[in-house]
């Protein structure tokens, strides 16, 4: 019968866990026995005994879930020390971003396993289902991150850039209003897309390297959040172009993950999240749902569990094909 596990987090402050206790009961009453590393959803307040009332059973150490289990469900890529870990029997489900990261790509190539990433899924509407629910606390988060590292009171004089208009740069948006904002301006290569979006008072502009400057120079927090279905990230913001910004601007880098979108972005952490050039602040943290752990681990929990389920009872539908990035070494 095939095992699924749920090890604990060890990317660096990724405190969320893969499946809730929620989910993991509904696992075992369908018949599937789940191994949870102890104390894997304790950051997102879920305790082993949570686990254990839901069916689970409860091992020491991520040695034991790998070797157990076959469908390994994850929040975040496996880290240098899940490498010898991994194996043909296994099938890995998580976020992986490959683009930005060849020596996993070719970790997880050299292990033999399957990898399902949740980043490349799409649905029959062409959407990303997971990466959505992720990426809208991204950007709500990661505009809050920038008001806090402002500190201001006149909202009124802060100019607001949000680069791309996905869910993350929607998010960004309206958490931006909610919390007054009033100069918020947004650039996409799709301008028809955010049009209408000036009707409910944003400025819309169409991407271009003129437009793009033009707005660096006035703004004082750019959101960048721009998204390549399985590529890098394009750097579209260069030196000259970081150091036209005003003194303790601030670039949240959503795109971080895929490599980053300007050219002095390289991953951060949630506990020293500023890279700073010139007079430019640039945040890189490539987990920010991190930051609220409970919540987000209940949206990703909640969005995968169908895929969990189809892929435990080896149901590969189109959406799971379209997950999967490597499947027997290739």
């Known amino acids: 019968m095939l095992i699924i ?14 499946i809730t206790p929620n989910e993991v009961s509904k696992l075992t009453s369908e018949g599937f026995k789940v191994y949870v590393q102890t104390n894997a959803g304790i950051n997102a307040y879920f305790t082993d005994n949570d686990y254990i009332n839901s069916g689970a ?47 996993l790509m070719k970790a997880m190539q050299k292990s033999g396993a399957t990898c399902i990433a949740y980043e490349t899924i799409i649905n029959q509407e062409g959407r990303f289902p997971i990466l959505a ?31 791309g208009v996905g869910n993350v740069g929607l998010a960004s948006a309206y958490k931006a209003k909610d919390l007054g904002y009033k100069n918020i301006n947004l650039i996409d290569k799709n301008f028809y897309k955010i049009k209408g979006l000036k009707e409910e008072g944003f400025n819309v502009y169409e991407f271009s390297n003129l437009n793009l400057i033009y707005l660096l120079k006035i703004s004082n927090i750019i959101i960048g959040s721009i998204y390549n ?47 700073k050039f010139h007079n430019t602040n640039i945040y890189c943290v490539p987990n920010i749902p991190s930051v609220v752990p409970f919540k987000a681990t209940q949206r990703l929990s909640s969005v995968i569990y169908p895929y969990v389920i189809d892929i435990a009872n080896k149901k590969i539908t189109d959406e799971i094909s379209s997950g999967i990035n490597i499947r027997d070494g290739l």
Not at 77 to 100: G, M, V
Not at 239 to 262: F, N, W
Request: proline fraction near 3%.
């Open 5 to 18: 596990g749920i090890p604990k987090e060890i990317k660096d402050n990724e405190n969320r866990v893969s």
């Open 57 to 103: 059973i409860i091992c020491d150490t991520i040695e034991e879930v790998y070797k157990y289990a076959n469908l390994i469900v994850k929040v975040k890529e496996p880290q240098k020390y899940e490498y010898d870990l991994i194996n043909s029997s296994h099938t890995i489900f998580t976020f992986f971003h490959f683009a930005s990261n060849l020596n």
């Open 133 to 163: 629910e992720m990426s809208k606390i991204a950007g709500e988060e990661g505009l809050i991150a920038a008001n806090k590292f402002r500190c201001v009171y006149d909202l009124s004089d802060e100019v607001i850039t949000i680069i």
């Open 229 to 275: 279905n399985g590529e890098k990230a394009n750097k579209l913001i260069c030196d000259d172009m970081l150091k036209l910004m005003s003194e303790r601007s601030i670039i949240i880098d959503v795109a971080i993950d895929q490599g980053g979108m300007t050219s002095q972005s390289k991953p951060t952490s949630i506990l020293e999240p500023i890279i």
